[in-house]
């Protein structure tokens, strides 16, 4: 993904499609989050990538239900018109406690073809 031509944008500015990503990971509601992505969709996390919806719904079945915590958005930037990046604050009982972490989406015409989260 290209790194050199970040804008800062309001979080509400957001593609439709990543917003209601975004709503449905806070909410643990899998199947929603799964209705954003590109079939052969691959999701990088922790440094594992999960590709296809199979995979991505069992990382996010995992994910969110390993540890309890709060998630803030607290920043949004567009790189191009394909390329998003929104930044959360995590806070809870994993370890360390806290921690930033961003979300890089690629977009595939009107849903999200790749997400890339790292602090």
């Known amino acids: 993904m ?23 990971h806070r ?11 590109t079939p052969d969709a691959s999701v990088t996390d922790d440094g594992k990538t999960y590709e296809g919806i199979p995979a991505i719904g069992t990382w996010l079945d995992r994910a969110t239900g390993e540890y309890t915590y709060t998630t803030e958005l ?11 990046i929104a ?18 989406f690629t977009l595939r015409g009107e849903l999200i073809e790749q997400l890339v989260i790292e602090p």
Not at 2 to 24: K, M, S
Not at 27 to 36: C, E, G, N, P, V
Not at 87 to 104: K, W
């Open 87 to 104: 930044t959360h604050h995590l806070e809870g009982d994993f370890p360390g406690g806290q921690v930033d972490l961003h979300f890089r």
């Open 74 to 84: 607290t920043g949004a930037q567009r790189v191009d018109p394909a390329h998003y």
């Open 27 to 37: 909410t643990r509601d899998t199947a929603t989050a799964l209705t954003t992505l």
């Open 2 to 24: 290209p790194h050199d031509q970040h804008q800062d944008i309001d979080p509400a500015d957001l593609p439709p499609v990543i917003t209601r990503y975004l709503a449905a």
